[in-house]
């Protein structure tokens, strides 16, 4: 009598419901700008060849004081043009990857966007009552950013990922700068 409940079965009630708990947690893919999109933006639509920061033995010890681990690449891809920088760099959140635009100029963070977001929580990172924080901000001699930036509750290793994403931005730009077009 129980068996069928207007037209379905428990079996397919229960396949149901077991499917959407093995998929809940599944990572959501928000693209909210292509890097392309980001870097034409970043340069009025008109955006330099790209150049390209070698990671050598010397960058390493303060990418990983950075970072807290290795880049896991040999080269990092930047534009450059008018004393200004424009990285799209990666960071795992807590198990996913957080693709983040900055744009350097003057050692101080012009703008800092999510491009695109992967994790199941925590994607508040990417509206502008957080990312407003980073405009502007500088590094210390020892890497750190001058200012501190407050917290989401509930998206604290994406608020970290972004934190260090920064730090990187305004460390790989001093490393760059002299040969940054005028």
């Excluded at 428990?10 to 809940?24: A, D, G, V, W």
């Excluded at 989401?152 to 700068?177: C, D, E, M, N, P």
Aim: proline fraction near 3%.
């Amino acid at each position: 009598m129980f068996s069928k409940i207007k037209g379905l079965t428990i079996s397919k009630i229960f396949l149901f419901i077991l499917l959407s708990i093995c998929f809940s947690n599944t990572y959501a893919e928000g693209i909210y700008q292509k890097p392309a999109d980001f870097i034409n933006e970043s340069f009025s639509s008109k955006p330099p060849k790209s150049s390209v920061l070698w990671i050598t033995k010397s960058l390493k010890p303060e990418i990983y004081n950075i970072m807290g681990h290795d880049l896991g690449v040999l080269r990092v891809r930047y534009w450059k043009k008018n004393g200004k920088t424009v990285w799209v760099l990666n960071e795992i959140g807590k198990e996913h990857p957080i693709t983040v635009g900055l744009v350097v100029k003057e050692n101080k963070i012009q703008q800092l966007k999510v491009l695109i977001y992967r994790e199941s929580r925590g994607g508040e990172v990417r509206y502008p009552f957080f990312t407003e924080q980073f405009k502007q901000i500088g590094i210390t001699s020892e890497f750190k950013l001058k200012r501190n930036i407050d917290g989401i509750s509930g998206a604290t290793l994406s608020v970290i990922a972004l934190k260090k994403l920064a730090r990187l931005a305004l460390y790989f730009h001093q490393k760059v700068k002299g040969n940054i077009e005028k």
